[in-house]
């Protein structure tokens, strides 16, 4: 995932996936490029946009970076 990315990488994002991808918070939200977007083979699942919903400044191409693969 993006997440595993940026743990890997040592990526220093303060914060960042506080909940290590257990769909447990929205430290992970990223807004991506609508091109970007349309390009990811999952689409959001219902937990997903849940936790969604507690994102600051979403964006209709929102998404949590521990759910992107
Ligand atoms: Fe918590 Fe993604 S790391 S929801």
């Not at 257990?22 to 091109?35: D, G, P, R």
């Not at 390009?39 to 929102?62: C, G, H, Y």
């Amino acid at each position: 995932t993006l997440l595993d990315v940026v743990v890997d990488k040592n990526i220093p994002l303060d914060g960042y996936g506080a909940c290590e991808g257990t769909l447990a918070c929205s430290t992970c939200h990223v807004i991506l490029k609508q091109e970007d977007f349309d390009r990811l083979p999952n689409k959001p699942v219902d937990e997903e946009l849940d936790m969604l919903d507690l994102a600051v400044d979403l964006s209709d191409t929102s998404r949590l970076g521990c759910q992107i693969t």
